[in-house]
T-cell receptor
Framework: DSGVTQTPKHLITATGQRVTLRCSPRSGDLSVYWYQQSLDQGLQFLIQYYNGEERAKGNILERFSAQQFPDLHSELNLSSLELGDSALYFC?????????????FGEGSRLTVL | DAKTTQPPSMDCAEGRAANLPCNHSTISGNEYVYWYRQIHSQGPQYIIH???NNETNEMASLIITEDRKSSTLILPHATLRDTAVYYCIVRVAVNSGYALNFGKGTSLLVTP
């Protein structure tokens, strides 16, 4: 158990819809990262937050947005969903006291867009 | 940004050492090499990291060449549970933060 909690574990929705994925980082971790893993693209970095502020942005679509709240949990919002958005979405956290570059990943949220 | 190159797949017999190579010829002097693995569709798991010296922990050993252009992850006594995709990563700075860009990795199959 990494200590990172992601909900929901599975989600099935239709094209054009909007969903929110939630991540609770390990206790005390200030950084949260979001990754997308699809069959053809591998594990893609989307975005990083540190203590509520966006720090790094990867290949995140404009239809996607994220935020980190004062209690440090994070949400990834996916809108105008397309079939190609079907993927595993992972959240990871890191913080003070952990090795530089050591990320702790949750078990992921599997999104299926029909 | 340094990129890494890994073989797409490898096999290893159970109980033998698994040696997973990685090329990172464009790595800069202050960039670390990280190794993660992902078992089936679980979240990736950190294994080890290093800068220039060889490193060892309870999971694996990391051997980095003197010129730092390549490294090898060694699982000394592979078990069936070590079957996974192994990722060699060089951390990159992005905006005011950083990211670990996972490539395709090496799919390691440990056989009985």
């Amino acid at each position: 158990d990494s200590g990172v909690t992601q909900t929901p574990k599975h989600l099935i929705t239709a094209t054009g819809q909007r969903v929110t994925l939630r991540c609770s980082p390990r206790s005390g971790d200030l950084s949260v990262y979001w990754y997308q893993q699809s069959l053809d693209q591998g594990l893609q970095f989307l975005i990083q937050y540190y203590n509520g502020e966006e720090r790094a942005k990867g290949n995140i679509l404009e239809r996607f947005s994220a935020q980190q709240f004062p209690d440090l949990h994070s949400e990834l919002n996916l809108s105008s969903l397309e079939l190609g958005d079907s993927a595993l979405y992972f959240c990871a956290s890191s913080g003070a006291g952990t090795l530089l570059g050591e990320l702790f990943f949750g078990e992921g949220s599997r999104l299926t867009v029909l | 940004d340094a990129k890494t190159t890994q073989p797409p797949s490898m096999d290893c017999a159970e109980g033998r050492a698994a040696n997973l190579p990685c090329n990172h010829s464009t790595i800069s002097g202050n960039e670390y090499v990280y190794w993660y693995r992902q078992i089936h569709s679980q979240g990736p798991q950190y294994i080890i990291h290093g800068l220039k010296n060889n490193e060892t922990n309870e999971m694996a050993s990391l051997i980095i060449t003197e010129d730092r252009k390549s490294s090898t992850l060694i699982l000394p006594h592979a078990t069936l549970r070590d079957t996974a995709v192994y990722y060699c990563i060089v951390r990159v700075a992005v905006n005011s933060g950083y990211a670990l860009n996972f490539g395709k990795g090496t799919s390691l199959l440990v056989t009985p």
